[in-house]
Nanobody, 124 residues
């Protein structure tokens, strides 16, 4: 059974930082690309960042480029999202996700597995 468990969300002031982590079990982690999506209140879920199986290729949404960094540790089966210079518009539930066929994807419909999410609230 594939399980994804996010942690690290919370309340932070604008300009601050948070680090999210996702622990994965139930599959061969080192062969799968990993993703972070988010869903703000009243909005659709959107891609934030993705990283390929080896960590050598990454993708970032334009809205977070230069502020967020995705990384993975294949020995620990974890993927992290370092979020700096946070803005109120970053407020959302953040989800860890795995795409179909293990490749890096950007669309919600291409995701096979989801975590339960962790709430990030950025106050102004």
């Amino acid at each position: 059974q594939v399980q994804l468990a996010e942690s690290g969300g919370g309340l932070v002031q604008a300009g601050g930082s948070l680090r999210l982590s996702c622990a994965v079990s139930g599959l061969t982690f080192s062969t799968y690309a990993m993703h972070w999506f988010r869903q703000a209140p009243g909005k659709e879920r959107e891609i934030v960042a993705g990283i390929n199986y080896s960590g050598q290729s990454t993708y970032y949404a334009d809205s977070v480029k230069g502020r967020f960094t995705i990384s993975r540790d294949n020995a620990k089966n974890t993927v992290d999202l370092q979020m700096n210079s946070l803005k109120p518009e970053d407020t959302a539930v953040y989800y860890c996700a795995i795409g179909r066929y293990g490749r890096l994807v950007t669309m919600e419909r291409e995701i096979n597995y989801w975590g339960k999410g962790t709430l990030v609230t950025v106050s102004s």
